[in-house]
Each structure stands twice: as C-alpha cells, then as structure tokens.
C-alpha cells in the first residue's frame, strides 16, 4: 500500500539532461492539484484511505449523488475521483489541496493508468508468437498451434493464449524515478514510459515495493 498519491494527467514524452550528462527519457505528468474529498479511517471503516477528486466539471452536468457527495464533502465538483488506499490513516484533511510537492526528485513511483486500445489482434501480435517454417510447402506460418487434444481434455482451457482484445485495460508501471519536480507548472517527470494515451488520467502513488537488487 501507499502512503500517498496524486491524479495526474498525462502531458506527453521528451528527453532531458543530468547533471552528470546522461540523456533520460521521461514523461511528463500533470499532477493535481488534487483536492481531498473524503477519507477512510481504519477504526471506522476497516482501512484508511483517501479520496481525491481531480479536473473540473459544472454541478449541472453531475448526477444528484455525485453532486450530494460534493456538497457534503464542502468541496467544488471534480470530473475524477480515486480512491488510494493507504498504510495508515494518514495526515490528510478533507478540502486540502495536494500539488506536484506531494513528491520529491529521487523517488520512486508507480503509475497506473488504462493502456492504448488496439482492438482485435492476432496471437503474434497479443503474446509475442513466433511464426512457423516458410519453407518446403508449409502452410503453418501465422497460426496459433494446438490449443486442445481431441481426447483430453477435449476442451479449450481457459486463459489460452489466443487472438483477442489487445489494451485498453488497467496496467501499472513500477519503480519509475521522480526526475524533476517543477512546482510553478505542477508538472512531474518520471523517467521512462506510463501507459495511456496523451491527455489521459493517470494515477501516481509512491512505490509499496523496493526493485530487486537495490537498498
């Protein structure tokens, strides 16, 4: 679990410079400002948690529930809400405003968010097959293999690795490191790739784990 986090939103790639001269790819990340809606204390109710509502919209265009929320809560309407669990109760206060100095350059994050969709692709494309012989009159070039014997278990298995939906599900990207901060713009940049397409929301929270081989 985290002990914090922020929605952000995905601004695009580029390359920067360190100090010591190595050139880093990083995306660039919009986080917050993130405003507390609601939180979750153990004692109460089983966990800790926060909520953060992130992104404007109008009152007119939320359903009565949603609107309620916000109108107790004491805070303007958000178009997102997340929900990040925490380790403990935490230090957070609802209507408090949470910015790019939530993190700090060093850190280590990881970032969910939902991948690109492709649509319907085909195993190669899905699981990375390879392909069979082109030579002495074979046919068997793009396709699949055995995906069942006929007398056991005369069935497919489930979770066979087959052509389908490829992306547009939730993924999460680990130990990514906080490059820069830049507090004027709000902006993070993390070195490496996020899933997502430019302009979509992503979720940032501090890493649970530490990547193997390091201290």
């Known amino acids: ?6 929605l952000a939103r995905k601004i695009g ?10 050139l880093l790819p990083v995306t660039v990340l919009e986080a917050g400002p993130c405003t507390v809606v609601g939180l979750r204390a153990i004692q109460k109710d089983g966990y800790g948690a926060v909520q953060l509502g992130f992104g404007e919209i109008k009152d007119k ?11 107790k809560a004491g805070v303007a309407a958000h178009r997102h809400l997340k929900e990040i669990r925490l380790k403990g109760d935490g ?26 969709g492709k649509g319907f692709s085909g195993q190669h494309k899905r699981h990375h097959f390879g392909r069979g012989p082109v030579t002495h009159g074979s046919h068997n070039i793009k396709q699949p293999g055995s995906i069942g014997s006929s007398s056991t ?27 820069r901060v830049d507090l004027d713009r709000n902006l993070l940049l993390v070195n490496g790739d996020v ?17 193997k081989g390091k201290k």
């Open 61 to 71: 265009k939320l359903t009565k529930p949603a609107a309620g929320h916000f109108k």
């Open 91 to 116: 230090s957070f206060e609802v209507g408090q405003a949470l910015k790019a100095d939530l993190f700090a350059a060093g850190e280590l994050v990881d970032v969910t968010g939902t991948s690109k």
């Open 153 to 179: 278990p005369s069935r497919v298995y489930k979770g066979m690795r087959m052509a389908g939906q490829l992306g547009n599900s939730q993924r999460t990207t680990t130990h990514l490191k906080v490059v």
């Open 195 to 211: 899933p997502g397409h430019k302009n979509s929301v992503v979720l940032v929270r501090d890493s649970a784990r530490q990547p």
């Open 13 to 22: 790639m580029t390359q920067v410079f360190t100090e010591k001269g190595e």
């Open 1 to 6: 679990m985290a002990t914090k986090g922020l």
